[in-house]
């Protein structure tokens, strides 16, 4: 054969190579990104503005951090804490949007959601480098301060105030179920038509997989480092679209503490006490339509305890939950009974 021949076939079964595999292989845009204090993966299908849609969610996500971040001092969230016991601060819309959503679930869960907690969550520093156990004494005068019921919002002038000196807001528990469902509106604006979103366990998805299949989601196994198989999961929940969105006590606790006490305090705290909740719940997961829903709701859950918590659940349409306790049960809501696979077999359904 001479050298022609031999190149033209080579780059015809390249050819026929390349198309046989598209059609058999299903391409994921897959990209990241840090933001809102976690990391955030995208898993999107191949399409002509795919990778343009990625990129304007990345850029809305940031400036979602930028207007509600507790720790940017140009935040909004940031002037209406300066202002506390002051005056009245003016809002971007979606700022005033979530922090109303934040008073919604305040309301619907007697104040076990409550974003006035900051002045007691930052003496504990759980997030941060150096955190600690406070005094009775300080929490108690932190305490003082939180009170959701005294955010003022007034929607025509699209403020909020802070109606006492030392009040401060912080949005950790809702803004990344709010930027959840952000990506999922522009992703679908840019033609996506299935995709999976994680933004540090605030799992969102456009449709299922593009072959019609549900996304299958593991949820973390809160005893991980305990586990002498080290099994990733608890148990696997599927979504064709729906957010799933699980709180936690293992993410973020003080790990020195625990090793010294068996006592973990973590980043979700009881309103009521001060400290962080402590009810036999280790993790909460919500399915639910909208992120921003599933994201409030795990963190109250988390704070409400079993009981409580699946009642509410069970009440709200349209909402699912799972709750693990620290024995290894699980809790399931009514709608969830068949839905949920894959349990890990230290744990057991017990409802
Ligand atoms: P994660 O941020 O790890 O996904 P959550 O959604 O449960 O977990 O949010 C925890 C964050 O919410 C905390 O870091 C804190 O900023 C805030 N927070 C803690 N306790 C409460 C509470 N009872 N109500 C509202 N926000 C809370
Ligand atoms: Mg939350």
Redo the contacts with the bound molecule.
């Keep these: 054969m001479n050298n022609k021949i031999i190149a033209f076939l080579s780059i015809f079964f390249l050819i026929l190579n390349l198309t046989s595999c598209r059609k058999t292989r299903t391409e994921y845009l897959k990209d990241d990104l840090f933001a809102l204090?976690?990391y955030i993966t995208f898993s999107v299908i191949e399409g002509d503005r795919a990778k343009e849609g990625i990129d304007a969610t990345k850029k809305r996500i940031r400036e979602i951090e930028e207007r509600m971040s507790a720790h940017l001092p140009g935040s909004d969230i940031s002037k209406i804490n300066d202002n506390a016991g002051k005056q009245p601060v003016k809002v971007n819309p979606d700022t005033f949007f979530v922090i109303k959503k934040?008073l919604e679930y305040a309301e619907l869960t007697n104040g076990?959601?409550?974003?006035s907690?900051?002045p007691v969550?930052r003496l504990w520093n759980?997030?941060g480098e150096n955190p600690r156990v406070p005094s009775p004494e300080e929490i108690e005068k932190a305490l003082a301060v939180v009170d959701y019921k005294k955010i003022r919002l007034n929607e025509e002038e699209m403020t909020v105030f802070l109606e006492d000196e030392g009040m401060a807001i912080?949005l950790?528990?809702?803004a990344?179920?709010y930027a959840g469902d952000e990506t999922v509106r522009i992703l679908k604006e840019h033609g996506v038509t299935s995709g999976l979103v994680n933004l540090?366990?605030?799992i969102v998805a456009v449709n299922g997989k593009e072959d019609g299949s549900p996304w299958r989601i593991g949820i973390q196994n809160p005893r991980i480092d305990e586990d002498k198989n080290k099994r990733k999961h608890v148990a696997v929940l599927d979504t064709r679209g729906d957010a799933i969105?699980?709180?936690?006590d293992y993410?973020?606790y003080m790990v020195e503490h625990y090793e010294k006490t068996g006592e973990r305090y973590h980043?979700?705290?009881?309103?009521e006490t001060g400290y962080p909740?402590k009810n036999g719940v280790i993790s909460v997961s919500i399915i639910t339509k909208n992120a921003i829903d599933a994201?409030a709701l795990?963190?109250?859950l988390?704070?409400m305890g079993v009981e409580e918590g699946l009642k509410l659940a069970n009440e709200l349409e349209g909402v699912e939950a799972m709750i693990v306790a620290e024995d290894k049960s699980i809790y399931l809501s009514k709608g969830l009974k068949d839905a949920v696979s894959g349990i890990h077999p230290d744990y057991k359904v017990v409802n």
């Design positions: 204090d976690t934040a076990s959601f409550d974003i907690l900051l969550s759980i997030n912080d950790g528990g809702i990344k179920g540090g366990g605030n969105v699980t709180s936690g993410e973020r980043h979700i705290f009881d309103p909740a994201d795990s963190t109250s988390f704070v």
